[in-house]
């Protein structure tokens, strides 16, 4: 009891760190919002959204920023620890390393909200649909931690690598693959009027791939940060 | 030079030698299909590429997942032996599969659950040489891969079904392949040598990545300790 205790203390403490952090530079949220802004942008035109809105492209649309947003946040996150050698001293913290990996991949999903408290009402405005619904920011708390859980173990293998920035995608997207499209699902049938009831084969089936994603990265973290 | 092995020897004639007869067989003593005609004789090899294809990626995650308990660099160099296999085969089954559904679905590709699972898998798996190759340490790079072999391969079926059901409200183009198993007797032992075949060569291509991975490695090895001793 008194380790589950510590534990959860310890995922705190970095969840903590990585907030304060933030809140002091504003880099990785900032960077995050403008990035999804400028995407919105080049959605609007690329696909003429005036006259060819239906809710499943809203919500492709929706997802894919989100998801593109993310994968620099997560970047970030890693280049921050990596400067001055933040990450090496954190490994050398007396705690549990699966520890580290919760609070960071919290944190990384944290931000991830962030950027979709912003991008929600903005969507409701630019494309008059009703984002703001209790199902639908339900399927984005579920998608974005999947994602997040996914993309923090993976991010702290790629910035060990020669190409870094550029290898975190290429790995994180096609194994995300089903968190995005079960979320997109959920979220276009909730934009097209239907109940949370109605979604909930989608919704069940984001938890599950939740709850796969966080014990894969629970499990596999202690092995990338071995030395 | 080491010799090599009479068993891998006779792997070698053998799968030689079940490979020409599996082409002799489709080529001249299959029927041909009703509807689909010559075309159909794709058929034999495709799911044989692909079966074999699933196997390399199947031992690659074991492996990977006995690497990362284990510790024995034998077992990373297994791990990516199957990816490279699996990826050639997964390509070979991807591209006979277009050349079937061309005449016979009149499309080159559809995003059936089956095409794009493979091809999502093509995409992990090149990002798992991406992976491989962007790490200088040996020590490091054997794990990081093995984390990344178990981690896409979890996720594969993962993508099959997601794909399957996301596709349900969408027109299918075609049911699948259900139709397929009614074949004829001949056609029938025609697709089981194939099999056989491809899997035979399969063991094979495996033992010589093998082989040849654990001489780089060896190599590798006598470099960083002939360059220590250089300092």
Redesign the interface.
């Known amino acids: 009891m008194i380790r589950i205790k510590e534990f959860a203390r310890s995922v705190m403490d970095i969840l903590w760190k990585d907030l304060l952090l933030e809140w002091r530079s504003r880099e990785q949220v900032g960077g995050m919002l403008v990035f999804a802004l400028l995407a919105i942008l080049m959605f609007n035109f690329a696909l003429d959204l005036e006259s060819a809105k239906t809710p499943g492209t809203i919500s492709g649309i929706l997802w894919v920023t989100l998801v593109f947003a993310g994968t620099i946040g997560l970047n970030r996150s890693m280049a921050a620890e990596k400067t001055n050698g933040c990450f090496d001293g954190l490994l050398l913290a007396p705690v549990d390393r699966s520890a580290i990996f919760l609070g960071k991949a919290l944190g990384n999903t944290l931000f991830m909200w962030i950027v979709a408290a912003f991008l929600l009402p903005l969507f409701a405005v630019l494309y008059s649909v009703n984002l703001i619904h209790g199902g639908v920011m339900l399927v984005i708390v579920l998608g974005t931690f999947g994602y997040s859980m996914a993309g923090t173990l993976l991010a702290a293998m790629t910035y060990q690598t020669r190409a870094r920035d550029m290898l975190l995608p290429i790995l994180l997207f096609p194994v995300a693959l089903p968190v995005l499209l079960a979320a997109i699902k959920a979220t276009g049938i909730l934009l097209n009027g239907f109940l949370l009831a109605d979604a909930r084969f989608w919704v069940d089936m984001l938890v599950v791939f939740d709850v796969i994603f966080a014990m894969l990265g629970w499990l596999m973290f202690d092995f990338v940060v071995e030395e | 030079m080491q010799k090599q092995s009479v068993k891998l020897t006779i792997l070698d004639a053998a799968s030689v030698i079940l490979l020409l007869a599996a082409l002799v067989i489709v080529f001249f003593f299959t029927p041909l299909e009703e509807t689909m005609g010559a075309v159909q004789k794709v058929f034999y090899m495709h799911v044989s590429a692909a079966w074999v294809g699933m196997l390399g990626f199947l031992a690659a995650a074991v492996c990977a997942a006995v690497y990362?308990v284990r510790r024995e660099t034998r077992w990373d160099v297994m791990s990516e032996t199957g990816v490279e296999i699996g990826l050639v085969f997964t390509l070979v089954g991807i591209v006979s599969g277009s050349i079937w559904a061309k005449p016979v679905w009149n499309t080159w590709w559809t995003w059936d659950p089956r095409l794009t699972t493979s091809a999502?898998m093509v995409?992990?798996y090149?990002?798992y040489q991406?992976?491989r190759s962007?790490?200088?340490d040996p020590?490091?790079r054997a794990?990081?891969s093995?984390?990344?072999a178990?981690?896409?391969f979890?996720?594969v079926p993962?993508?099959f079904?997601?794909?399957r059901?996301?596709r349900t409200i969408h027109p299918v183009v075609v049911g699948g392949s259900s139709g397929m198993f009614a074949m004829d007797q001949a056609m029938l032992t025609a697709f089981f040598l194939c099999l056989t075949a491809f899997t035979v060569l399969f063991v094979d291509l495996f033992w010589h990545r093998y082989l040849l991975g654990s001489q780089s490695e060896e190599l590798e090895e006598l470099e960083t300790s002939r360059f220590g001793e250089s300092l």
């Open positions: 990362l999502v995409l992990i090149l990002a991406m992976l962007g790490l200088d020590g490091r794990r990081y093995a984390v990344y178990v981690a896409g979890v996720t993962l993508t079904f997601s794909i059901l996301f």
